[in-house]
């Protein structure tokens, strides 16, 4: 199992940016991003495929958020433009051991590794 680090949390004004790294101590395969405010189940944000040629988002950050990687890294990226005060929350990176089709990297459960969650406030 891989140790996961997620970095580039912090406070931002609503309209502004942030970038959100992942870092793996090994070889991932589908990697995600999910979100999780205070009272709520954490929810998916954004995933990709091992060869970064696939990806797929919640329709909540569709044209706003960016899921990128670097496999010679082994390093996932999440850039986030035109944030909201309801993207407030804390963002957590997971991986796979396998490559996830479409459906199945929305589900938390298909996700082996998880780091300990970056906090992204954005105010208004």
């Known amino acids: 199992q891989v140790q996961l680090v997620e970095s580039g949390g912090g406070l931002v004004q609503a309209g502004g940016s942030l970038r959100l790294s992942c870092a793996a101590s090994g070889r991932t395969f589908s990697s995600g991003w999910f979100r999780q405010a205070p009272g709520k189940e954490r929810e998916f944000v954004a995933a990709i495929s091992l060869s970064g040629n696939s990806t797929n988002y919640a329709d909540s950050v569709k044209g706003r958020f960016t899921i990128s990687r670097d496999n010679a890294k082994n390093t996932v990226y999440l850039q986030m433009n035109s944030l909201k005060t309801e993207d407030t929350s804390v963002y957590y990176c997971?991986?796979?051991?396998?490559?996830?089709?479409?459906?199945?990297?929305?589900?938390?459960?298909?996700?082996?590794?998880w780091g300990q969650g970056t906090q992204v406030t954005v105010s208004s």
């Open positions: 997971a991986a796979a051991t396998r490559n996830l089709n479409f459906g199945a990297a929305l589900r938390r459960i298909m996700y082996d590794s």
